[in-house]
């Protein structure tokens, strides 16, 4: 396949040209809008789920010493469960959408080159346009495959961290059920 910049103009529109470029800098931008957007998310579920974690790890002692038998048994098992689910959720949102994530774009390189007379000197504009174009489309596919990957995580972290809240909330109601 040759390259487009490459090819004659013949019925080239850089006007045209000139909108992709302008259009596919914003999917660009709103893609990695998106992307962040997701990775604010899960650091909330992060925090959050940390949260209730130290919570129930810090008073299941307490907690445990008001009940005796079977139900000091399955209240156990319930806060063992949801600490196991709860960690989940912490780690698949900090693996899945907080660690650190490069962004294929148009190399410092190419952009340098745009200074150099063979392109300051060029009489087409759109052939540089057409560079620009598939430095943006892999930029973009980075951005898209970064946002769906956070998304994924971030569905099951929720899966775990309900499943944590399920477990802590009947631990609790056997808790407060026995204690009344």
Known sequence: MTDAASQPQ???NPEAIAWYVEEAQRVLEDQQRRAESLRTRGGQIAGFGA?????????????????????????????????????????????????PK???SISSDELRLYG???????????????????????ATASAQDAGNSAAKAIEWSLRAFLAGLG???VAIVILISELI
């Not at 007379?117 to 943006?136: A, I, K, M, Q």
């Open 116 to 138: 150099t007379d063979r392109f300051l000197g060029e009489p087409d504009l759109w052939r540089v346009h057409v560079r620009s174009l598939h430095g943006l489309e892999d």
């Open 51 to 99: 949260t209730v974690l130290a919570l129930i790890g810090g008073n299941v002692t307490r907690l445990l010493d008001a009940l005796d038998g079977t139900q000091r048994t399955i209240v156990g098992v319930g806060f063992i469960a949801a600490a196991l689910c709860l960690a989940a959720a912490v780690a698949v949102a900090i693996w899945g959408t907080l660690k």
């Open 10 to 12: 013949g019925n080239r």
């Open 102 to 104: 490069t962004y294929a």
């Open 167 to 169: 477990f802590s909330l």
